[in-house]
């Protein structure tokens, strides 16, 4: 017990001393999650709008494999990604793995089906009580798209940061592309598992409180958000 007790104090003193190494892991986890989330934001938003109000042969299809990505085990995404910028594979000429560039897009492709499918579902919803309106008003699909964004700016906050928690938090897919290089691709997730396993906890604790309070935080403004955006409508 005492040893726990003196763990949890040493753990404190890191995070209030702002030990060097402790901040530059949580800075890069910051930089990549918040990279990835960004990519992924570009990419996803426009893929949920196509699926919400788009006129296409496998829409349907299309919708159901976008929200069964959701469940896609982050380790394999990780490999796949591993295979592609492997010296082997298509991209291995970059010399992109076991670099932070590797780590973002893994967590990219994370991302990606999190912000579309949640994209989708809301302006599905919008798109179902507005269809009338639009149609008279003889808008076009961009148009469309547009105005559904802007009308839903909430829910696209949400689901940005519902993405940046998850990615956060993942650590099967940046391990096997990034290698938990110290310095340099060792987020606050593999830095955890490996300081437990070399039992330092008291690193291990200081980074798992770190990695709590930002979880808290971001979960809070996006519960916020959405309370705030469901008042309004």
């Known amino acids: ?10 753990a404190f003193r890191l995070i209030l001393r702002f030990d060097p190494e402790l901040a530059g892991i949580v800075l890069l986890s910051l930089r990549v999650s918040l990279s990835a ?8 938003v426009p893929l949920g709008i196509v699926l919400a109000i788009g006129v296409f042969s496998g829409r349907h299809s299309a919708i159901v494999f976008c929200h069964a990505l959701l469940g896609l085990p982050p380790v394999t995404v990780g ?74 700016y909430g829910a696209l906050l949400t689901a940005f940061l519902t993405a940046f928690g998850r990615l956060l938090s993942e650590v099967g897919a940046i391990l096997v592309v990034g290698g938990n290089i110290r310095f340099y691709t060792r987020t606050m997730t593999t830095a955890i598992a490996l300081e437990t396993n070399k039992g330092d906890l008291s690193f291990a604790l200081a980074l798992g409180l770190v990695l709590i309070l930002i979880s808290l935080a971001v979960s809070t403004l996006a519960f916020s958000l959405n309370h705030l955006f469901i008042e309004q409508n």
């Open 1 to 10: 017990m005492e040893d726990i007790a003196r763990a949890f104090l040493t």
């Open 37 to 44: 989330t960004f990519i992924a934001s570009l990419i996803g």
């Open 79 to 152: 490999l796949f990604v591993y295979l592609l910028l492997s010296r082997s594979g298509p991209l291995g000429g970059l010399g992109l793995l076991f670099t932070p560039a590797a780590m973002i897009l893994a967590q990219t492709c994370l991302a990606i089906p999190i912000i579309a499918a949640l994209v989708q579902r809301v302006a599905a919803r919008s798109w179902a009580e507005y269809r009338d309106e639009f149609t008279i008003a003889g808008a076009s699909r961009f148009r469309i798209g547009r105005e559904l964004l802007r009308m839903d």
